[in-house]
């Protein structure tokens, strides 16, 4: 069983910064890839960024140069450093999880203002 928890999610004024943390439960979090999601309203939920057990990550071209996705394994966290924001990045952000099926955390908003 993995339960994912977010946070770090607020408003924030465009070309402001966000760090948002995800907390993942389990002894193996070491052996997860974990990913970054978010959904706008009226939008599908859309791929942001991902990193695997290694470190490897992956950036979706719209936040790539902006955002840093980032883990510290001995607090079961990964972190989304996001700079340079502006108002499309608003949106519910989830943190995702896939060792056996889908997990999924319950989601922080981001409200960036123009």
């Known amino acids: 069983q993995v339960q994912l928890a977010e946070s770090g999610g607020g408003l924030v004024q465009a070309g402001g910064s966000l760090r948002l943390s995800c907390v993942v439960s389990g002894s193996f979090f070491t052996f997860l890839g974990v990913d970054w999601f978010r959904q706008a309203p009226g939008k599908q939920r859309e791929f942001v960024a991902s990193?695997?057990?290694?470190?490897?990550?992956n950036y979706a071209d719209s936040v790539k140069g902006r955002f840093t996705v980032s883990r510290d394994n001995a607090k079961n966290t990964v972190y989304l450093q996001m700079n340079s924001l502006k108002p499309e990045d608003t949106a519910v952000y989830y943190c995702?999880?896939?060792?056996?099926?889908?997990?999924w955390g319950q989601g922080t908003q981001v409200t960036v203002s123009s």
């Open positions: 995702h999880a896939k060792p056996a099926r889908d997990y």
């Open positions: 990193i695997t057990s290694r470190g490897s990550t």
